[in-house]
């Protein structure tokens, strides 16, 4: 009896140790399956991380030598360059900075040794430093650390660019004086010859006032191209002062009225109200211009020619005058050089009256263009800046 009650009890212990070694062997093979499973995903990320890490120490190893090559590259560039950090300290610099900034050092204020370099600053960007070198100066922002400032020596091209000018200023003076004195030298001649002719005594009465017209025309053709030589090289040396443009029209009309007779010719005069007529200039310098202009329309007009001239307002800043006429117009092959010096289509012109004109009107801070009117004659176009405009002081030009 008591063998069939332990028999009967150990029944369901095997069948319990049984169930437990199958749960056993169960989460054994699921444990070493997760095992496997996690081992090949470290053995993943240990593959990643080598990879990464090879990557960032390439990655380092460029921007090393990227570091390096612009290291060099600092050292050996001409221009001078200068990083200043958020603080308006110098951060880092190169040797040609330090050659043309002698006060250059670490942790210095670059506005102090901006001060201490920069005389004067001509134009943005332009400096003149104490010792007499010219630099041009350009920055940028670098994010959030600073600007960078490069700053280029343009002594020995500003020198070089100063002595082209000038042998071409040189070269245009010889080129006109050649012009001069080869205009000059018919009517000498001429009044040579006829002053010659004087001398005779057997000249009439009458020849002898002909050979006198013809020397006192010789001559006033000489004083002529004297004169306009002198307003045309004269430029802006003049005083000036607020004037209506009416007075130097009115002076330059005046002048010649004796003509204007001798001609038949009409001038017709429109202008507007007097309070755009208003510029800062010189009287006698814009009178001899437009003098010119209106000359000019005679000299090719000729007799019973019509001039008109007129002003108004362009805005409340600008004055446009217009001096128009029914002459034969401007000669389409020297339109564009009409305001050269010696360039005329007259036998007798100078060449230099509307170079004198531009002159003038460019002193004034204007501009001067020429054109076919629509009647088919001449059109001069001068726009002057108003008192509105002038922003300098009178007696000194803009």
Not at 64 to 90: F, N, S, T, Y
Not at 108 to 127: H, L, N, S
Request: proline share 4%; aromatic share 4%; with cysteine.
């Amino acid at each position: 009896m008591p063998s069939h009650q332990a028999q009967a009890t150990a029944a369901p212990v095997a069948a319990d140790l049984e169930h437990a070694f199958g749960v056993f062997n169960e989460l054994s093979e699921r444990l070493t399956a997760a095992y496997g499973q996690l081992e090949a995903q470290v053995a993943s990320l240990s593959d990643e991380l080598a990879h990464a890490r090879r990557e960032r120490l390439h990655e380092r190893a460029e921007k090393e030598h990227l570091a390096d090559q612009l290291g060099v590259l600092l050292e050996a560039l001409p221009a001078a360059v200068v990083v200043v950090d958020m603080r308006d300290r110098v951060d880092r610099f190169n040797p040609a900075a330090e050659t043309l900034f002698g006060g250059l050092a670490w942790g210095r204020r670059w506005g102090e040794i901006r001060d201490e370099a920069v005389i004067a600053e001509p134009a943005p960007g332009d400096w003149l430093l104490r010792d007499g070198r010219r630099v041009t100066v350009s920055q940028r922002p670098l994010s959030d650390r600073g600007r960078i400032l490069v700053v280029v020596d343009m002594t020995d091209q500003r020198r070089l660019q100063e002595r082209v000018e000038r042998q071409d200023r040189l070269s245009a003076m010889g080129e006109m004086g050649a012009q001069l004195a080869h205009q000059i030298r018919t009517p000498l001649a001429t009044s040579v010859l006829y002053a010659g002719q004087l001398a005779k005594a057997a000249l009439s009465a009458e020849q002898r006032r002909q050979f006198s017209d013809k020397l006192l025309d010789g001559l006033r053709h000489t004083e002529t191209l004297v004169r306009e030589m002198l307003a045309f090289s004269r430029g802006g040396n003049f005083s000036t002062r607020a004037l209506q443009v009416d007075e130097a029209l009115n002076t330059a009309i005046a002048g010649l009225q004796p003509r204007l007779r001798q001609l038949g010719a009409a001038l017709h005069l429109r202008l507007e109200d007097a309070d755009c007529r208003c510029v800062i200039g010189n009287a006698d310098a814009l009178a001899g211009a437009f003098s010119n202009l209106i000359d000019n329309a005679l000299d090719h007009g000729g007799e019973g020619v019509a001039v008109s001239i007129s002003a108004g307002g362009i805005g409340d800043d600008q004055l446009l005058l217009v001096f128009e006429d029914d002459g034969p117009g401007i000669d389409p092959t020297v339109i564009d050089r009409i305001f050269d010096p010696f360039v005329t289509t007259r036998q007798r012109g100078t060449g230099l009256g509307l170079a004198v004109v531009q002159a003038v009107v460019l002193e004034h801070g204007g501009s001067l263009r020429a054109l076919s009117s629509a009647g088919g004659g001449a059109r001069f176009e001068i726009q002057l800046p108003t008192c509105a405009a002038q922003q300098t002081t009178p007696g000194s030009m803009p």
